[in-house]
């Protein structure tokens, strides 16, 4: 089975090549590149399971699901840039696998000769400052140095993974279920921030703890997940809002979600 569409063993790459044609390389590295080459896949991985797990965390340009026989599955996937494909290759465990797949660095090589070129220069006040994820503030100069109570020059996504990286926020490590709610008979129009505010008075819910079930035509399924870090807030979570009768008549149903089989 092939991702995006494309036929396993004659499918291009993003970059023109055949795949195990002598122009590709087949992984390895660990200088940072867009591609990722992922290993040790679930036998059920499928398309679904790519978007899911791997386009929470940037935006996929290509990707490729390969399944040889007798073998675990494994992918290939193209980000947008550099800094998220290293995010997910540096923290693996964010992927909601049971166990976490290998990850490495899928890299093209050169087809002709590449030149070379010095970066331009770095200048104080900012007008030729490469960007980065602690840019100068309104004050310019450094990141250090912008101005105090005003808006930065950076990015808030860079910021979010930069806190990620640094384990800064508390996120959840448990390999269980046990904080995981399963909410049914939500309206149509809820999205993931929408469950966010509704649950999260219980508890604290990490990052990417919120998911609304979206159907072919864009609207809310009717169900949602919700990881709380603490499985006491999930119960509480539970006694509280399972069998709420929503204003149009539903009634939400709020239990633990079924544990995975191990």
Known sequence: QAGSGQKQGGAKMPWGRDAGAAGVATGGGDEPCDTLYAAGLPDDFDEASLKENFGAYGTIVWSKIMKPGGKKATCLVQYSNAEDAQFVKENPEVLSFMEPPTISYHRKRPT????????GPIKADGGNQRPGPYGGGKGGGDGFKGGMGGAG???????????????????????????????SGLPGNTEDVDLYEIFAPFGAIPPKGVKAMKGA??????????????????????????????????QMRVNLKKQRKG
Request: proline share 7%; with cysteine.
């Open 112 to 119: 002709g000769p590449v030149q070379a070129q010095a970066p």
């Open 217 to 250: 035509d864009g609207a809310c399924s009717g169900v949602g997940f919700v990881d709380f870090i603490d499985p006491e807030h999930a119960q509480m979570a539970i006694a509280t809002l399972n069998g709420f009768i929503t204003p149009d008549g539903t």
């Open 153 to 183: 020059a950076g990015d808030v996504g860079m910021l979010k993974k930069g806190l990620g990286r640094g384990r800064v926020l508390p996120v959840s490590t448990w390999k269980s279920d046990e904080g995981a709610v399963f909410v």
